[in-house]
């Protein structure tokens, strides 16, 4: 939410479902407060149980997109073990682009990467026996970890200071985005093989298309991805700009498809389009609020110069952008 909306009882900018609905800590649901990294502009969540829309339960590391968007997008998520209800881990500490998070089964202190959510280190055996539901505190170079020693009504805590390496770099920015939507849409939906979609968008800014990512949902079979962005015209998709193909896909993140440079002006009106050829099921995220296209020929193998429009619905925008080459 926006600070100033808080006393406005205004709406949130945006709901972002990492978990499913519960009650309590252990099962599902959110608690506690998210962490911060400055330098990386991303906040942290932890959490336990299922998870929710291909989003893994445990450690959710969140990307905070650009103005005049504003709202977060998932950038890596990682399970934790489920222990059950009342048994969450601890909330996140963000010290010097490393993550720090305690577990709620034998109280071990896990290290992660802000950046990509890899391990770098964990306790090991320093701590066993109890668990650790308090977030870690780092101070001039030494993690502080309170843990219970177990569960018993006699068991008491320690408290334990480990000694914290050098940080890893921070990463690159990300490359600036230029067309369509960061935002993760709550609609699945799917398109046959060899027939393509193309969604409308306006340029947000001005420069040179050289990558388009394509979010798949985590139930996504589609072994090649086609897309491309084509010129409006007349409120339709027209000439083609330029395309790109993967076969290195991966399910319930986004997928990278390097194209030829694609000049975009801001302000401008283009199609985003998409199409699963070869073998498997192409499910991808949309929202709803603008206008999309099925191609009238179904038996692509790669998007056609010109578009010919065949059936158009209401679901648009697809979770897809044009950004500069990285």
């Known amino acids: 939410m926006k600070a100033d909306d808080l006393a406005a009882s205004a709406p949130p900018i945006q709901a972002l479902a990492l978990n499913n609905a519960y009650d309590g800590p252990g099962s599902g649901g959110l608690f506690g407060v998210p962490a911060y990294w400055p330098a990386g502009n991303m906040p942290f969540v932890t959490d336990a149980g299922p998870g929710v829309n291909g989003v893994n339960a445990g450690v959710v590391g969140l990307d905070v997109n650009p103005a005049p968007a504003c709202n977060l997008t998932v950038g890596w998520s990682l399970s934790l073990p489920v222990v ?3 048994q969450p881990p601890s909330e996140p500490t963000v010290a010097n682009g490393v993550v720090f998070v305690g577990m709620a089964n034998g109280g071990a202190v896990h290290a992660y990467n802000a950046a990509t959510g890899a391990e770098l280190w964990n306790s090991g055996s320093a701590i066993t026996g109890g ?76 420069g040179t298309v050289g990558v388009l990512s394509i979010y798949l949902d985590g139930s996504s079979t589609a072994t090649t991805l086609v897309a491309g962005l084509y010129a409006d015209s007349a409120g339709h ?8 193909t993967s076969s290195s896909l991966t399910a319930g993140t986004w997928n990278n498809i390097p194209i030829p440079g694609a000049i975009v002006t801001a302000g401008t009106p283009y199609w985003l389009a998409i199409l699963g050829t070869q073998s498997g099921v192409l499910r991808f995220r949309e929202g709803s609020g ?15 110069a010109t578009w010919v429009s065949g059936q158009a619905w209401p679901s648009c925008p697809v979770s897809g952008y044009g950004a500069t080459s990285p």
């Open 237 to 244: 998709p027209g000439t083609l700009i330029s395309q790109g």
């Open 131 to 206: 668990a650790t539901f308090a977030a870690p505190i780092v101070s001039s170079g030494t993690l502080y970890v309170g843990s219970w020693d177990g569960y018993t009504t006699a068991a008491a805590g320690t408290i334990r200071a480990f000694a914290v390496g050098s940080p890893p770099p921070p990463p690159p920015p990300p490359p600036p985005v230029l067309v369509g939507s960061q935002v993760i849409q709550s609609t699945v939906d799917d398109d046959a093989l060899g027939t393509a979609e193309a969604f409308q968008t306006t340029a947000g800014a001005s």
């Open 84 to 86: 059950g209800d009342n």
């Open 290 to 304: 603008c206008r999309s296209e099925n191609s009238q020929q179904t038996n692509l193998t790669s998007l056609p």
